[in-house]
C-alpha cells in the first residue's frame, strides 16, 4: 500500500498478454521474493512452510540462506515488494487528472481491474489483509510494519477527500473521517469477499457501491425560488 504522496511517476504495466514470469526474468532472490508473495496470499506467512517457497522457487536451501537468514526476513522483501505492486496497480493515472475526486475513482477502478483481479500475482488475494488476520496478537513486530500500509492508504483517502471539499466536487459539511473510513472498509471489505469467493461480479458491484457513495456526496444543486 501507499502513502499520500506517491502518486508521481507509477510505471504502467507493459501491455502484453506474456504471463509476468515470462515477461520479467528473475534471478534466484526476485524468485523467491516473488513465489512467497503468491504463497503467502494462499495460505498465509505461518502456514507457508520453507519446503513450500524452495519448490515454488525452484530453490535449495543453500540458495535460499545465501540471501534470508530466516523467514522473517524474507517476509520483510515480500512486503516491500507487495507494497511497489500495490502502487504500480493502483496508483495509474491518477496524475493525470486535477480532480480529487476523479482520483479517488480511478485508485477503486484500478483496485478493482488491475490489483484485484490479477490473480496469478495475487491469487489468495490482497496480501496485506490475509497477512493481517493471520498475524494478529502473533507476530507484534511483523503487524506493525503492515499497519503503515493501511495508515498511508488512510491518509492518501482522507486528503483527497479533503481537496474534494475545498474545490466543491464534495459537500463541505461532509466528515472527512467518516467518509475516508467507509471507503477504506469497503476497500477491505471487498477484498476479503473477493478472496473467499472470488467472484468478479461481486467485486465489480462492491466497487461500484463505493463510486456511488462519492458521487452521493456531491454538493445538491440549489434552486432560486422566486
Known sequence: ????????????????????????????????????????????????????????????KGGFYNHFSSKEELFFDVLSVARKHWRRKNLVGMDRVDSPVEKLRIMLDNYRDRYLKDTERLPGGCPFIMLSVELADQKPALIKELNKGFSGLKKM???????????????????????????????????????V????????????????????????PTHNTQ
Do not use: C, H
Not at 509476468?20 to 503467502?40: A, T
Not at 494462499?42 to 524452495?54: A, H, P, Q, R
Not at 472470488?198 to 454538493?219: E, G, H, M, N
Open 157 to 195: 483517502i482522507a486528503r483527497l477527500v479533503e481537496e474534494g471539499k475545498e474545490k466543491g466536487e464534495l459537500g463541505r459539511k461532509i466528515d472527512t473521517v467518516a467518509v475516508t473510513e467507509l471507503v477504506f472498509a469497503g476497500m477491505l471489505g471487498a477484498s476479503v469477499m473477493f478472496g
Open 197 to 220: 469467493d472470488k467472484s468478479f461480479t461481486r467485486l465489480d458491484a462492491a466497487i461500484a457501491s463505493l463510486i456511488d457513495y462519492l458521487d452521493s456526496l456531491a454538493p445538491k
Open 1 to 60: 500500500m501507499t502513502g499520500p504522496k506517491e502518486l508521481d511517476n507509477v510505471r504502467q504495466d507493459r501491455p502484453t498478454g506474456l504471463s509476468w514470469r515470462k515477461r520479467d526474468p528473475m534471478n534466484l532472490k526476485e524468485r523467491i521474493v516473488e513465489e512467497s508473495l503468491r504463497l503467502f496470499t494462499l495460505k498465509g506467512f505461518l502456514s507457508t512452510s520453507m519446503n513450500d517457497i524452495l519448490a515454488a522457487s525452484q530453490a535449495s
